[in-house]
């Protein structure tokens, strides 16, 4: 696959849901909910299958399989959280990796010039090497305290993405952490080209309504942002 361009890697962080099986209420199927976000709106997909109760092995990667298929239908980039090598064994169109985990540019020597590489940072220098190390997207969190994530660092709201781009970092930036319908508006406002979100999806009692109003947050956001210019 060819590289993507900055243009189309910024539009798919619109509405970036990542999930895995832990984070499905009870009796729910991923695949389902993965759908039904999607009809709402959902532009990209992060399968992020960490903590207490997750699947390993083959039932990892079979649900990897089955929610990539449902990327793959509706045109939906689907990207692998942390885990390299099962990016590289479903061909994924791109995987996510913090300041913790491989290497950016590790990552990047393994994946390609074709695949997209995001990278956790957590401040303007961790931004920069991130970005000179091949990222083509950064996720900036936590923005809200999170439940979602034990390991997350203090919530820093939304001065590090105004920081990134008062330094003159114009590269594709998603917000992360807490954030939900009522509050992405003031992620986008502050230089975020889209939100990422669990809990505001996958707990909500309607996926597909959640997935919509966040939509319709940058919507509103675009859409001030035409009177201002
Ligand atoms: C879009 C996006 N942004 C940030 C993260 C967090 O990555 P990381 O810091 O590596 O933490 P884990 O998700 O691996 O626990 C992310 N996954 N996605
Ligand atoms: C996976 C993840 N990474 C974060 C970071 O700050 O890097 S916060 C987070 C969890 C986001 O879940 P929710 O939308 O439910 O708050
Ligand atoms: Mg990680």
Redesign the pocket.
């Known amino acids: 696959m060819l590289r993507r361009l900055e243009e189309d890697v910024r539009r798919a962080l619109r509405v970036y849901l ?1 999930m895995g099986s832990t984070n499905c209420p009870a009796g729910v199927d991923p695949a389902e909910l993965l759908r039904e976000a999607i009809e709402g709106g959902v532009t990209c997909f992060q399968f ?1 299958e960490k903590g207490p109760g997750s699947l390993a092995g083959e039932a990892k990667l079979e649900l990897a399989k089955r929610l990539q298929a449902v990327c793959r239908a509706r045109g939906v980039p689907f990207i692998v959280n942390d885990d390299v090598s099962l990016a590289a064994a479903v061909s994924a169109d791109g995987i996510h990796v ?1 300041q913790d985990d491989e290497p950016a540019a590790s990552v990047r020597a393994r994946v390609g010039a074709g695949a997209i590489v995001g990278v ?1 940072a957590h401040t303007v220098d961790e931004a920069r090497r991130a970005l000179a190390d091949g990222a083509d997207y950064l ?1 900036i ?2 923005i809200f305290p ?4 034990p390991d ?2 203090a919530p820093q709201g939304t001065r590090l993405l105004r920081d990134l781009r008062s330094a003159g970092i114009a590269a594709p930036l998603v917000g ?4 939900a319908p009522g509050n992405a508006g003031s992620v986008l406002a502050a230089g975020a080209d889209g939100v ?5 999806i996958t707990l909500a009692p309607s996926p597909r309504e959640a997935a919509r109003l966040l939509a319709g947050a940058g919507t509103a956001w675009d859409r001030s942002r035409d009177k201002l210019s």
């Open positions: 990542i992020r913090g956790s996720g969190g936590p999170t439940g979602s994530k997350a660092a992360i952490g807490g954030i990422s979100v669990i809990s505001a």
